[in-house]
């Protein structure tokens, strides 16, 4: 069975504490699988007692931090501040026993950001670190980005012996901007064997990542999530922006993806 989870920042636990509440409401009650906690450079103290007071016992995947919070793992220079900015990562997947610590690959497109990239993410020396696919460029900054091909994937994988995470948004993203047929390039994808997934609606000739709820994009979500993942998926909701008031966007979310679903 397909299990679903909810996205929180460790930035909810201190800005945004009603919706904290709410989610561990949900969560507990079983409305959602699991959660996706995205671990903000130098948050663990602050927040660590109530991530675990809230969530303790609840199946945990953790998101590291990436170039918008000053971690770019293709930049050689920043070396040992990327190690400081992912160490928090690292501490919340040991206080909630996480399988998985999904990290992107750096900034900018190229042989040479690409092996660095592969470089820094084997220097952090942990198992648990799993390659995201990115769109070929940063929708906020604009920035080139590589990891982006099944070529490019494939090469971190056969690498590092990482584990997968599967942008369905990210891949249809890369897929038209480099003019590739979307589910060829989604075959290709599939063929490398994701651990985990995520998924958003979007618009499939689109090169932006809208991270759209479901129903409001033209993605076929019936057809990627019953052909392009597993029966015993994880699959995080991505869908959204702003800040959350509370958690029914996605129980409807939810309840929309389940309604698609072949048994």
């Known amino acids: 069975m397909r299990k679903f989870g909810l996205k929180l920042w460790s930035k909810d636990f201190i800005k945004n504490k009603e919706f904290v509440k709410d989610a561990e409401v949900a969560l507990k009650n079983g409305k959602f699988d699991y959660l996706e906690l995205f671990a903000l450079p130098f948050s663990f103290d602050e927040t660590k007692d109530d991530v675990k007071a809230n969530?303790?016992?609840?199946?945990?995947?953790?998101?590291?931090?990436?170039?918008?919070?000053?971690?770019?793992?293709?930049?050689?220079?920043?070396?040992?501040n990327n190690q400081k900015r992912i160490e928090d990562a690292k501490r919340f997947a040991d206080l909630m026993d996480a399988e998985f610590i999904i990290l992107?690959?750096?900034m900018n497109e190229g042989e040479e950001f690409l092996e660095e990239s592969i470089r820094q993410f084997r220097a952090f020396n942990d198992k648990?670190?799993?390659?995201?696919?990115?769109?070929?460029y940063c929708s906020q900054t604009k920035k080139k980005l590589h990891g982006v091909t099944p070529f490019e994937i494939r090469h971190f994988i056969e690498e590092l012996d990482c584990p997968f995470c599967l942008?369905?948004?990210?891949?249809?993203?890369?897929?038209?901007?480099?003019?590739?047929?979307?589910?060829?390039?989604?075959?290709?994808?599939?063929?490398?064997?994701?651990?985990?997934?995520?998924?958003?609606?979007?618009?499939?000739r689109s090169d932006n990542d809208s991270h759209l709820h479901f129903g409001m994009g033209n993605?076929?979500?019936?057809?990627?999530?019953?052909?392009?993942?597993?029966?015993?998926?994880?699959?995080?909701?991505?869908?959204?922006?702003?800040i959350p008031q509370s958690v029914k966007p996605w129980i409807d979310d939810i309840n929309y993806l389940k309604g698609l679903l072949d048994f």
């Open 55 to 80: 969530f303790g016992g609840v199946k945990t995947v953790i998101h590291a931090a990436h170039s918008l919070q000053g971690l770019d793992i293709s930049n050689k220079d920043e070396f040992d």
């Open 104 to 106: 992107h690959p750096g």
């Open 128 to 136: 648990r670190l799993t390659v995201e696919n990115l769109p070929t």
């Open 167 to 204: 942008d369905f948004s990210h891949a249809i993203c890369g897929a038209n901007a480099l003019d590739y047929d979307v589910y060829s390039f989604l075959n290709e994808m599939v063929k490398l064997r994701p651990s985990m997934y995520h998924l958003c609606d979007g618009f499939i």
């Open 219 to 242: 993605y076929d979500l019936k057809k990627l999530i019953n052909q392009y993942t597993r029966e015993n998926a994880l699959i995080t909701m991505e869908t959204g922006h702003g």
